[in-house]
């Protein structure tokens, strides 16, 4: 059974840091790709960051672009999400999602590729 689990939202202050994990089990962990999406309230769900392949390579959102980064860590089966500069439009539920497969890069931010998802974990940004 595939599961994703987010831990590591909490409030922040603008400006501040944070490090979001999704442990994953269940399935092979080199052989799916693995985003981070959020969603605010009233707003759709926006795919921010993901690995689309096994090669490592990653997309990100233009509006997180140089403020987070997405990495791995094989040996534990977890994906990163560490978040830095802050903003309260950064405020949402991020969710961590899966899928088997690459998905091409048009696809690599589009919640509709991916099967899997976690429950979710809350990130609020105080200004």
């Known amino acids: 059974e595939v599961q994703l689990v987010e831990s590591g939202g909490g409030l922040v202050q603008a400006g501040g840091s944070l490090r979001l994990s999704c442990a994953a089990s269940g399935f092979t962990f080199d052989d799916y790709a693995i985003a981070w999406f959020r969603q605010a309230p009233g707003k759709e769900r926006e795919g921010v960051s993901c690995?689309?392949?096994?090669?490592?390579?990653?997309y990100y959102a233009n509006s997180v672009k140089g403020r987070f980064t997405i990495s791995r860590d094989n040996a534990k089966n977890t994906v990163y999400l560490q978040m830095n500069s802050l903003k309260p439009e950064d405020a949402a539920v991020y969710y961590c999602?899966?899928?088997?497969?690459?998905?091409?890069?048009?696809?690599?931010?589009?919640?509709?590729?991916?099967?899997?998802w976690g429950q979710g974990t809350q990130v609020t940004v105080s200004s």
């Open positions: 690995f689309a392949s096994r090669d490592g390579t990653t």
């Open positions: 999602a899966t899928g088997f497969g690459a998905p091409a890069r048009y696809n690599s931010l589009n919640q509709n590729w991916y099967e899997f």
